[in-house]
């Protein structure tokens, strides 16, 4: 949320640096459109990366978008007319439709004693990067202009990089935490799937739920395989 909110503060500028003969009605039509191509990008890939997740995993799903997002916000800082803008934008939106995914992601690990927290979490989140991301749009774009340390030849022919360099280390350490930490949860949905659509057997054949899912975790290679990791350690 950071990284979508982040141009939004200097986005009639950048604008205005592309059109300067524009009027002002122009300009706030042509922002308009800059900010939405976005969005569009983002319309059109949250369902494709949805079916594609529960093929691949969500784990590399996630790895995959933050990596294109990380491209798209470096590739719109460099941004050197409108055409290129708006691909950069279309291209970031369909990096970054991964909210689908990442909920049921959670949804997975989490279960009804903290799943209402874990959503929570993810509000909280997401409100602290739009916030963030507005202001830092503020303060660092068109830094060349605004403090005299900034006042060098890249910073004048790239005036809004600076914001878009902190988006694209807040991605590049995202994607660092996901590597590391992140699990995969697709067999998790799998084998809850399967215990809910098991047939109604009689009380005394019917298994324990716990053998169930130890039974379909067995089944499952990467879950058998981060089992045995875990009895190892």
């Known amino acids: 949320m950071f990284g979508s909110m982040v141009i ?51 784990r590399p799903v996630v790895l995959i978008n933050i990596i294109g997002t990380l491209l798209s916000i470096l590739l719109f800082g460099f941004s050197q007319n409108f055409a290129w803008a708006v691909s950069a934008r279309i291209l970031w939106g369909l990096a970054d439709g991964i909210a689908g995914v990442t909920k049921s992601s959670l949804a997975e690990i989490c279960d009804n004693s903290n799943q209402a927290k874990g959503f929570t979490v993810i509000g909280i989140v997401s409100g602290v990067g739009r916030t963030m991301g507005s202001v830092v ?15 060098v030849p890249f910073f004048c022919k790239f005036p809004y990089i600076m914001p878009c360099f902190v988006g694209a280390a807040i991605a590049a ?61």
């Open 8 to 58: 939004f503060p200097f986005l009639p500028f950048m604008v205005h640096d592309f059109f300067p003969e524009l009027s002002r009605e122009e300009l706030g039509q042509m922002a308009g459109y800059l900010g939405s191509a976005y969005f569009i990008g983002n319309l059109v890939s949250s369902l494709l990366w949805g079916w594609v997740s529960d093929i691949w995993g969500r």
């Open 137 to 151: 749009g503020g303060f660092l774009s068109q830094p060349a202009d605004k403090y005299a340390v900034f006042q």
């Open 173 to 233: 350490i995202s994607l660092i935490c996901s590597w590391l930490f992140l699990d995969e949860t697709l067999y998790l949905h799998k084998v809850h799937s399967t215990a809910r659509h098991l047939p109604q057997e009689s009380h005394e054949s019917r298994q324990p739920p716990d053998q169930v899912i130890e039974l379909e975790l067995q089944n499952s290679p990467s879950a058998n395989s981060a089992i045995q990791c875990n009895r190892r350690d």
